[in-house]
């Protein structure tokens, strides 16, 4: 990360970005429902989730330096913060989309090309990886494809079929925001950071990400929180974010809906992965703060 | 950091270790006085310290490999921390603890013996090196000896009378904590170390760090808050810090000490970074939360 030329980014840097966009996306407060850092979950604390994005660094080096297919990355991710005692799904989300960004980097075309290109070249192979994962890591089904989870078929049913990472997301896309951002180049993550580049040098790092990730999460509701509470409520939590972004403090009006989700226990964890992505998009076209 | 076995930290492990030391230290809360995760320090903001934590991990890395100098290692992080635009400062105090840390702990031998023979094996090359970070840091002139900064001869001066970097150090010893920490084998770190092994088990992560810093406050008082304030404040703050921990509450006292503090801008910063070196001690030798 030392040097900023055009030569291409290395492999630390790439982890740097991806490892930062984790760390900021995390400790942005008050992000409504979410851990930040001034909140904990009961279960899995702030602390818990530092560990995470400390555990992925070289993950994300070794996606930097190429080679390394995603769903083994994927799934070195999750076997790293399961035997250091973590739960598995602290940043699950955040990393399908920052390791296949983190490989793109390492190309010399624009992020955007190479992206589209590396999701477009996920293999069987990163479909069973991924799956193995999945079930490593104890995170909601919504965030997978229809596969069942619970059944041991499933890893021949995807050799049969020979079913992609990439055809797995486009199974889920309907009802999954990360599998959305698979299906079609990570679209909202790139307009996203388009937004944050806005933002953050106008209201500093804090709440510049704070006021994208309630820009997100208005404009389309949010899949995690479909999941565990169903459509209607996710769109109720989307109209609360468009109001407080209509007020005349969108950050104390975030304050409040902070706590009335929190006390619902609603996290609408999906949008913040998608932060994460444009984060990292931003950092590596150069958004400083 | 996958692997748990007894044959030796991988360069991977070292450099997580001393990166979450570094995060865990700088979110606990209410750190008093501190910057911390419910906390913006006006200049340097918590997103700046994510980063400059983020920019260390390569620096950890190489030295957790081993070769490289201790001085040549500060002087690296530095220059990273400025290239991004970040003040030199953000962890200067904590790098000066866990480059050594790092080094020794990619050694066979006990961590306690390996790190003073790091320390003692410091260079001439050492001393300039770090001159130069210093230099490149802005930190406040209490984290270094005796040799003045705005005088361009004091390398010639270092070279002529054949100065290590151990040596500068012990120059410091009387009037600052983390020199005295490099003159000692770092004792008060391995000292605390072992009560967060206590703590952290008792209380969680973050109270147990909490409580492990008001200790060490309560202690000794802070090289930081003497340079700026004098002895007789610095003594005042470690008696406040004695009188929260007999209190029935410390966390809540904490956080009023917290207040009291910020809002004198006064931040016992050196007491800090033996906190986030005696993390990086009980991490390394297992601590899990």
Redesign the interface.
């Known amino acids: 990360?030392?040097d900023?030329s055009d030569e291409g980014l290395t492999p630390?840097r790439i982890?740097?970005y991806a490892?930062?966009a984790m760390?900021?996306e995390l400790?942005a407060s008050p992000k409504p429902g979410n851990v930040d850092?001034?909140h904990?979950h009961p279960d899995i604390?702030?602390?818990?989730f530092?560990?995470s994005?400390?555990?992925a660094?070289?993950v994300f080096r070794r996606a930097g330096i190429g080679g390394a297919g995603i769903g083994e990355l994927i799934l070195?991710a999750i076997?790293?913060w399961r035997?250091?005692?973590l739960p598995g799904n602290t940043h699950f989300g955040e990393i399908l989309l920052l390791i296949p960004l983190a490989i793109a980097s390492s190309r010399p075309g624009s992020l955007e090309k190479e992206v589209r290109s590396v999701l477009a070249g996920s293999t069987v192979q990163d479909a069973i990886d991924f799956y193995r994962a999945f079930a490593l890591s104890g995170a909601r089904v919504s965030q997978v494809g229809e596969l069942s989870l619970n059944d041991s078929s499933s890893e021949d049913r995807i050799i049969r079929e020979n079913r992609t990472l990439l055809d797995l997301m486009k199974l889920s896309q309907g009802h999954d925001l990360i599998a959305r951002e698979w299906s079609n180049g990570m679209s909202r993550s790139f307009k996203l950071a388009g937004r944050l580049r806005e933002l953050v040098p106008l209201h500093?790092?804090?709440d510049g990400i704070v006021l994208g990730f309630l820009e997100a999460l208005a404009e389309e509701p949010d899949s995690l929180v479909a999941a565990k509470f169903g459509q209607l409520r996710a769109g109720e939590v989307s109209a609360m974010a468009r109001s407080a972004l209509e007020g005349d403090d969108p950050l104390d009006i975030a304050g409040a809906m902070d706590r009335r989700l929190l006390a619902d226990d609603i996290n609408p964890g999906s949008t913040a992965d998608i932060t994460a992505a444009a984060l990292f998009i931003a950092l590596s076209s150069g958004l400083?703060?």
Chains 1, 2 share one sequence.
């Open positions: 990360m030392i900023d630390e982890a740097g490892q930062l760390l900021l400790s850092r001034c904990d604390r702030f602390g818990h530092l560990a994005a400390v555990l660094y070289p070195e076997t790293s035997c250091w005692g500093g790092i804090n400083r703060f």
